[in-house]
């Protein structure tokens, strides 16, 4: 099973930007996609970006195209990176960021759902 670690977030006033990044860690990391998603408080957790086990297919949710990027850094062999860059953040962004790997997530046009395990999450707070 592979685990997930968070780290990156932090306070940034509107249009500001974030890196956030995900240490995915254990056997055959390289086989699974991995995805970012948000929970702002009282609401539920939603899909915000994925990629591919190669670092390809990446996919975003409506609300953040063209301002948030995912990419992978695959070159160790138990350990991949994937890194979700927030640029023009906005208040309606604050949330709690987590990430999950899944060897198979369920994808539509609309998102993708995985299956965890999750981490613990970072907290990413825009102010206006």
């Known amino acids: 099973q592979v685990q997930t670690v968070e780290s990156g977030g932090g306070v940034v006033q509107a249009g500001g930007s974030l890196r956030l990044s995900c240490a995915a860690s254990?056997?055959?990391?390289?086989?699974?996609?991995v995805g970012w998603f948000r929970q702002a408080p009282g609401k539920d957790r939603d899909f915000v970006a994925s990629?591919?086990?190669?670092?390809?297919?990446?996919?975003?949710?409506e609300a953040v195209k063209g301002r948030f990027t995912i990419s992978r850094d695959n070159a160790k062999t138990t350990e991949n990176m994937v890194y979700l860059q927030m640029d023009d953040l906005r208040p309606e962004d604050t949330a709690v960021y987590s990430c999950?790997?899944?060897?198979?997530?369920?994808?539509?046009?609309?998102?993708?759902?995985?299956?965890?395990?999750w981490g613990r999450g970072t907290q990413v707070t825009v102010s206006s």
């Open positions: 999950a790997a899944d060897r198979t997530p369920y994808c539509t046009e609309h998102g993708c759902a995985f299956r965890g395990p």
């Open positions: 254990g056997h055959s990391v390289n086989a699974y996609a």
């Open positions: 990629v591919n086990w190669n670092g390809a297919g990446a996919q975003y949710a």
